[in-house]
Structure formats: C-alpha cells, structure tokens
C-alpha cells in the first residue's frame, strides 16, 4: 500500500484515506500486488456500501467515481453521472460567493465543508452537506477531489421549524401586555418578555421575580410545595409594591404555571432526567385598583361622615352629661346636708332639691340612652400602611387647598396587625385632622405634615407630624384627658378625639405619645405590638 503513489493531506477524512488506499483500482493496478488484492476488494465494497454520498472528481471536478449512496441521494446512476461536472448536482440557487469560497478552499489544498442546494435527478431541490477533500501525488500536487455528502433536508426542516416556534413564542411573549418570565427550580430566570425586563428598572426591587416569589412564598406557605409537586397553577396573587422614597404604590397580580422538561444534555441520553420550570405572569393593575380604590374612598368618606355625625352627638351629649353632673353633685351634697339637720323648716326645700335631684338623674339616663353606638367591625390582619393610605385620601381636598407638603414614607414591607379597620381608620383621621388644624393655625411658613411606618422586632411604629405650633410640655399629659381642648369648644371640638384615639390605640394594646424630641410642631409616636393575637375589646 506504501507504493501508492497518491498521498492525502494531514487533514485529511478516514474516508479519505480508505478511498487514497483505493486509488489503485481508481488509476491503474500496476502498484498492487497480489497479496493486497483481497483487502482492496475490501476497502472498495465498504466505500460503496458506506451511508454516505461519495463522488471522486478530477481537477476540474468531472466525476470519475460515485458509490451507491450517492445514486440513492442524488438520483444519479453512475451511467448517468460520470464524466458530467458536479455543477450537474447545482439547483442554481446557491450564491456564487460559496463556491468561490469552495473553489479557493479546495484549490488551495485544504478542506471545505458547507451547504449547497442541490437538484435531484427528479429535479427536487435538497440541502446538501458536503465536505470536499483534495487528494494530492507525491510531489504535493492536486491530481482529485473527493467529495462526501448527505442530504439534510429533513434535518433542517425540523431544526428551521424549532428556531421558527421559539421565534414565535418570543414574539407571542413579548408582544404581551404582561410581564412574563421563565424561572428553572433554582429561581433562576431562563426566559422573560420585554415588559418584565421594563419591571427590573421600574420597580428598585432587584430581580422583580425574585422579590414575587418571596412575596408568593410567604402568603402561600404549605400550599407553594403543594400545588409545585402536583403541577398545579394558581392565580390572582395580588400584592401592593412600594417603591422606596416614592409615593407611587403599584398592584400587581400574579399567576404562575408549572411545567416539566426533558434534559437534553447527552448524559441524561439513557436516564429520564426531568427539571420543574415555572412561568410566572405579573400583571400590573394599578388602574383597576386605583378606580376599586376610588370608590372604597368614596364609600369610606360617606361612612366616615356618618360616624362623626354620631361621633358629634356622643361627644354633645357626653359633654352635656359632664356639665350636668357639676350641678348635680352640688345639689346632692346639699340635699344631704338639709336630710342630716332632719328639722322641718327646710322639709318643702329638701323634696325639691330631692325632685331636682331624681329628674337631673332621669336626665343623665335619658341622654346615656341617647348617645349612639359607634358600629362593631370585624378583627382582621390589617396593613396600617393601607389605613394610612386611605385616611390621606380621604383628607386630600383639605390638604391641598391648605398647601400642606406631605411627607409620605411608609415602610415598604410593613407586616400587618390584627385589628379594626375602622377604628384605626378614625384613629388616624383623629390624628392627621387635628395634625392639619394646627398647620393652618400656626400661620408659620413651612406647611408640612410627615406620616412614617416602621417596625422592629417587637413593634410597628407609626408617626404623625406636623409643623404646626405644637403642645406646651405642661399640657402634654392633659391632651388624652377627657373634655380638654386647646381650642374653643362646640360640634366635634368637645375635646374626645384624642381621648377616643387613646382608647382605640388601648383596645389595640398598643401605645400612643407626644414625642418629647420634637422640637418644632408636634409629633405623635403610635406603637402596636406585632403580636397574632386578637386584641382585647374589640372581639
Ligand atoms: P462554475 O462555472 O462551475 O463555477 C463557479 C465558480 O467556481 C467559477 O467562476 C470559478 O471561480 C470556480 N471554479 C469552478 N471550477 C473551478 C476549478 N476547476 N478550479 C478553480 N475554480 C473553479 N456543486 C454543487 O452545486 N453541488 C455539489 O454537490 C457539488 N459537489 C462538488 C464535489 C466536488 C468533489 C467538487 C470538486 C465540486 C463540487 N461542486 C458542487 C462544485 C461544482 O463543481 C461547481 O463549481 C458549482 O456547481 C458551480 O457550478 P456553475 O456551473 O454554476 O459554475
């Protein structure tokens, strides 16, 4: 076989070199001796049975060889075939610039791989992947071209119609009007839409997949891992997102569906390795909310108005009952005196003290069964944060025709409390009203009110201040007591609020206080402990 006189580049194929070793029957059998008969014979049946179109050209790449694959791929029989020019195969719409690029390759002594589109005999045009191998003699010189190739047709079909459904898919994907997003079983984001990537700058949450996750996690508890093992989806998971320093407050509204894919990699070939993806949908619906929240403020206001209409009367009437009872008191204490000196001069005097005495007490019992019941509402876990929210916004007209700049700097995660939503709801409008009221009185030039949450270990704290003319230390203590006010009395200035705000602070076990540090205006610190548990009195 050394004595063959046609020798391969280094690069060349095995093919290559099983057909070189062929090139006695090709180009003469003056090199072979008899011994080596057998194993050409061997070498020429293998390259004419082996699964691959295979042609050798001349220099000029007039076919000379074609084995029996490449008259099944082609069409061609070697009848037909041989002495014609490869171009035979061309389907014409191949760029000239590829076989200017094969051309130089090949000429050039090197190999060439690529894609052609070829005609079959039939005239059905097929993807050819062809290599083309030089064969050079022993001074290095081209004297053939072998060419291998496979009609890949089918291959590229398949592998063109993936690339086009992933096209789809993304376009489907992007062109929606939510924010997608693929996670993997490590929370890692394998796919996602435009508008998810608009929420990573939008939203100064990090990952925002990451931050729903968390916030899904937490609400769903055991029912995550549940619904996660059972492939189970779930939907309309909506959570408020505060941004931090900003006063735009987004909802959202999550969905997720998991699903199960196969590995691919090729040592998951003989093992039916599978991995968990989920596809996580946030939908922003801040305007629906907004316009839900529209109406819920114009509900709260209408209830809100009720209830200082009969906060009015309770504080009228309990007013009343406190001025009564000076009188009454002096009254009793004379009618003892005149009962202890037992003459009977001041007989006619003592009944009508006694009369004046029994009708002021049918009085006080009559107005006590007058003053109204403020209405019972159920004990629920209550985001203050929200109350806050509501209570600015339904104070919104008098803050804005005063000029008043509101700080709002809620906590963005607050956790929630157990309570009454409206009894919080009137504690903080106690507040913030009073709050506004002495902004306006203070005539001062800064016209500011600052409402903070905050939370620790124990407790959440929220905080109400104002820049108003604040509270003198030595009155501090008497703000809480009942029928004090600062201001003129009369309507909803009977001097409650604040004692109704301690009491509703109190039945919350929480803690209510001035705060000593503020210098300017006034601040109320308001803590609730962060305890699950359902506060006392207002079961
Ligand atoms: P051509 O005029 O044949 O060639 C176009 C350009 O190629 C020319 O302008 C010239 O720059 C260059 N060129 C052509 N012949 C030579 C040469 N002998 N030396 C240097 N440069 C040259 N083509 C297919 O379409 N399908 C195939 O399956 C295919 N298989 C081939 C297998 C082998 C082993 C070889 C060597 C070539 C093969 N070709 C194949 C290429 C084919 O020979 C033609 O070059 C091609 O089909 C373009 O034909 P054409 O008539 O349009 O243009």
């Given at each position: 076989m050394k004595k063959n006189s046609l020798r391969f580049l280094q690069t060349h194929t095995n093919m290559a070199s099983v057909i070189s070793e062929l090139a006695p029957d090709l180009f003469g059998e003056k090199y072979i001796d008899k011994g080596e008969r057998m194993l050409y014979s061997l070498f020429i049946e293998a390259v004419e049975q082996v699964p691959i179109a295979i042609s050798i050209t001349d220099k000029k790449a007039k076919i000379l060889y074609v084995n029996e694959e490449f008259s099944r791929v082609t069409g061609y029989q070697p009848a037909d075939i041989l002495g014609e020019n490869e171009s035979i195969l061309s389907d014409k719409r191949t760029p000239r610039e590829v076989y200017y690029d094969l051309w130089r390759t090949i000429s050039s002594k090197k190999i060439w791989r690529g894609t052609l589109c070829n005609r079959h005999k039939s005239g059905e045009p097929y993807l050819s992947d062809l290599t083309i191998a030089p064969m050079l003699n022993e001074s290095g010189a081209i004297t053939h071209y072998i060419g291998m190739h496979r009609d890949i047709t089918k291959t590229y079909e398949s592998e063109k119609k993936v690339v086009n459904q992933k096209l789809l898919i993304e376009s489907v994907i992007n062109s929606s009007p939510i924010a997608m997003v693929v996670l993997d079983d490590q929370d890692r984001v394998i796919l996602d839409n435009h508008n998810y990537k608009a929420l990573v700058s939008d939203l100064d949450k990090g990952e925002p997949a990451t931050y729903f996750l968390q916030l899904?996690?937490?609400?769903?508890?055991?029912?995550?891992?549940?619904?996660?093992?059972?492939?189970?989806?779930?939907?309309?998971?909506?959570?408020?997102?505060?941004?931090?320093?900003?006063?735009?407050?987004?909802?959202?509204?999550?969905?997720?569906?998991?699903?199960?894919?196969?590995?691919?990699?090729?040592?998951?070939?003989?093992?039916?390795?599978?991995?968990?993806?989920?596809?996580?949908?946030?939908?922003?619906?801040?305007?629906?909310?907004?316009?839900?929240?529209?109406?819920?403020?114009?509900?709260?206001?209408?209830?809100?108005?009720?209830?200082?209409?009969?906060?009015?009367?309770?504080?009228?009437?309990?007013?009343?009952?406190?001025?009564?009872?000076?009188?009454?008191?002096?009254?009793?204490?004379?009618?003892?005196?005149?009962?202890?000196?037992?003459?009977?001069?001041?007989?006619?005097?003592?009944?009508?003290?006694?009369?004046?005495?029994?009708?002021?007490?049918?009085?006080?019992?009559?107005?006590?069964?007058?003053?109204?019941?403020?209405?019972?509402t159920a004990v629920i876990p209550i985001n203050l944060n929200q109350i806050l929210h509501e209570v600015l916004l339904l104070t919104n007209q008098r803050i804005w025709s005063n000029d008043i700049e509101v700080q709002w700097q809620p906590l963005a995660e607050l956790p929630a409390i157990l309570g009454s939503e409206n009894r919080l709801r009137i504690l903080f409008k106690q507040l913030i009203d009073n709050a506004i009221e002495a902004i306006c009185e203070s005539n001062g030039s800064e016209k500011r009110l600052k409402i903070t949450t905050d939370t620790d270990a124990e407790l959440i704290y929220v905080g109400i201040e104002d820049s108003g003319l604040g509270i003198p230390v030595e009155k501090r203590a008497?703000?809480?007591?009942?029928?004090?006010?600062?201001?003129?009395?009369?309507?909803?200035?009977?001097?409650m609020g604040l004692v109704m705000a301690k009491e509703i602070v109190n039945q919350h076990q929480g803690f209510i206080e001035i705060d000593p540090d503020c210098e300017q205006g006034c601040r109320f610190k308001i803590s609730f402990p962060l305890r699950r548990q359902v506060p006392k009195g207002i079961e």
């Open positions: 899904l996690r937490e609400e769903m508890g055991d029912l995550w891992a549940q619904l996660q093992s059972k492939e189970q989806g779930f939907n309309h998971r909506e959570f408020r997102v505060e941004s931090k320093g900003n006063q735009r407050v987004r909802w959202f509204s999550c969905a997720g569906n998991w699903f199960v894919e196969k590995e691919v990699n090729a040592d998951a070939f003989f093992e039916n390795v599978s991995k968990h993806y989920l596809i996580l949908t946030l939908t922003d619906i801040t305007r629906q909310r907004r316009q839900m929240e529209e109406l819920h403020i114009q509900t709260l206001k209408t209830m809100m108005a009720e209830d200082e209409r009969v906060r009015g009367i309770r504080e009228t009437l309990l007013g009343a009952m406190h001025q009564i009872q000076m009188p009454m008191n002096q009254i009793r204490a004379a009618e003892q005196i005149l009962r202890h000196r037992k003459d009977d001069q001041h007989a006619g005097l003592l009944q009508i003290l006694q009369q004046i005495q029994q009708s002021g007490e049918e009085a006080v019992v009559t107005m006590q069964k007058c003053i109204p019941e403020i209405l019972q008497k703000v809480f007591e009942p029928f004090y006010t600062t201001r003129p009395m009369g309507g909803n200035q009977a001097g």
